[in-house]
């Protein structure tokens, strides 16, 4: 196997792509081998920096790079990704999409369905899963001491730029349904209440009950500061309770004792503790190397993406106005 990094080409350059996905493939160890664009100057700019060939034609870059990339990496506006999927998945390359990979739970069904038949691995970029402080959470939830979670409940707060609930749902706080998801499993039934005292200006509640019976309430808005806290969640068992505030902090409490806390040192100038890393942009590249290279189970699969859009469409219908 080669010890270097994994070999892919990237479709996308824009400012997410730049300031983040970029970083965090380079961090992860990755060879860009190819860039693919709109427009060839765009793919040329950032071709440059990674000795990389640039591309204007999707479909040319994948006849051409075929013993020369082990994977796609896309990185494209929300509703963009399933013509330039379908093609990789043809193409017979594992594929690595940013999350959401399509705002409709139809579509991932159309693409899953042709991701199955081509027995192709797509992995969906939710990194929060790779963070390091809610993996560690998880790990603590799945314990015997635990006991067994029995209540989770969340906080997500975004910030303006999304102005309607459904835009808000399916492109942002798909992370928080996520997150859900990956903490406690399926969730079986939703109840959901919106508020939304002038336009553009939104708060919603969400009441889950999981499939293992447990419950859940979540908060969602999009009133709150960027520069505050935006997140955190809390899991309680059966006497322990575990929380992560603001995506970096895992804090482990249990009767009698005093409680643990895991949060990076920041004075340390380390990859361990970049925004990339914390975040859990590296660690799931990293994930998705593994996937590709050593055949692991993929933890965030397009499966995962489809019933995480899925049940960002339950609460959208739950919180719809009855007539």
């Not at 998945?89 to 990979?101: D, L, M, R, S, W």
């Not at 038949?117 to 015997?144: C, I, N, S």
């Not at 067994?148 to 942002?172: C, I, K, Q, S």
Request: a negative charge.
């Amino acid at each position: 196997m080669d010890e270097r990094g994994l070999r892919v080409a990237v479709v996308g350059a824009g400012s997410h792509a730049r300031t983040t996905i970029y970083p965090a493939l380079l961090a992860a160890g990755y060879q860009i081998q190819a860039v693919v664009t709109q427009t060839l100057r765009t793919a040329e700019a950032a071709a440059r920096h990674f000795g990389a060939r640039a591309y204007d034609d999707l479909d040319r870059m994948l006849a051409e790079v075929a013993g020369d990339v082990e994977a796609i990496v896309l990185v494209l506006p929300p509703d963009g990704y399933e013509a330039p999927l379908t093609k990789c998945i043809a193409a017979g390359f594992p594929v690595y999409c940013e999350k959401p990979v399509a705002l409709h739970a139809a579509s991932l069904r159309r693409l899953e369905s042709v991701r199955a038949q081509a027995g192709v691995t797509v992995m969906a970029g939710y990194m929060k899963r790779f963070a390091p402080a809610y993996q560690r959470a998880r790990d603590l939830v799945v314990e015997t001491a635990f006991g067994g979670a029995t209540a989770y409940n969340a906080y997500w707060g975004m910030g303006p730029g999304f102005h309607n609930f459904d835009v808000l749902l399916r492109e942002n706080a798909t992370h928080h349904l996520d997150l859900a998801r990956f903490m406690l499993g399926e969730v079986k039934d939703v109840a959901a209440i919106a508020f939304e005292p002038e336009q553009a200006s939104l708060a919603m509640a969400v009441l889950l009950h999981f499939e293992s019976g447990a419950v859940g309430t979540l908060q969602i808005n999009n009133n709150s500061a960027w520069d505050h806290d935006n997140e955190w969640i809390s899991v309680t068992g059966r006497g322990p309770v575990v929380l992560v505030d603001n995506v970096d902090t895992c804090i482990y409490r249990l009767p009698g004792q005093g409680e643990q806390r895991w949060r990076p040192n920041y004075t340390l100038p380390a990859l361990s503790t970049s925004s990339l890393m914390v975040a859990g942009f590296v660690g799931a590249f990293n994930h998705f190397a593994e996937v590709v290279r050593a055949g692991a189970p993929c933890q965030s699969d397009l499966y995962s993406a489809l019933r995480t859009m899925e049940l960002a469409e339950q609460v959208l219908a739950a919180a719809a106005p009855r007539a």
